[in-house]
């Protein structure tokens, strides 16, 4: 929707309300980039693969927005997955808003996770919970990415430098792909 054009309305209790400029999003418009995502994920062919695929499609579409906390960012969205999926621009939490929504809309348990300067996923296969920090794999490096906060446990994203997080009540204990090549 290159034609969209960005309108801040009044605040409210969350921060303000945005709205855009632009012809609106039909419902095939949304079923299209629904159906287009599923397409791109669901290429692999376990749970495990779905996830790589789209933790290296985040990574691969997006840079990080560095000029997030400057009165002129990249964009104002950098919080949430629109920043992701429309801008190319985002800060952490929109990269774990993204990574949450595509696992999501592709059956797999997936949610946001933060410290209390950062946000990850935590997403569950074969009924283990793993960590995931697609910000922290992208290096912003055209084609380079990293998979060494993928599907960690607890004391595997710990010995990467994530601290204390919000507990969802969710424990991640189980080591199997702490020390996995991808």
Known sequence: ???AKLAIGPSIEEGFYYDFEAEPFSR???DHLEKEMKKIINQGKS???KARIAHDLIIRTVDYDHTYLSFNPKTIFHQS???VLCEGYT???GYAKAYELLMNAVGIDTMAVTSSSHAWNLIRLNDSWYHVD????DRDRPGEVLHRNFMLSDSGIRST???VWNDPGLS???TTYDAYYW
């Open 172 to 174: 991640g204990t189980e």
């Open 1 to 3: 929707f290159p034609n």
């Open 91 to 93: 800060v952490c939490a």
């Open 47 to 49: 749970d495990v693969e």
């Open 28 to 30: 095939e418009d949304l």
């Open 134 to 137: 697609c910000t922290w794999d």
């Open 161 to 163: 430098g994530h601290t």
């Open 81 to 83: 997955a629109y920043s």
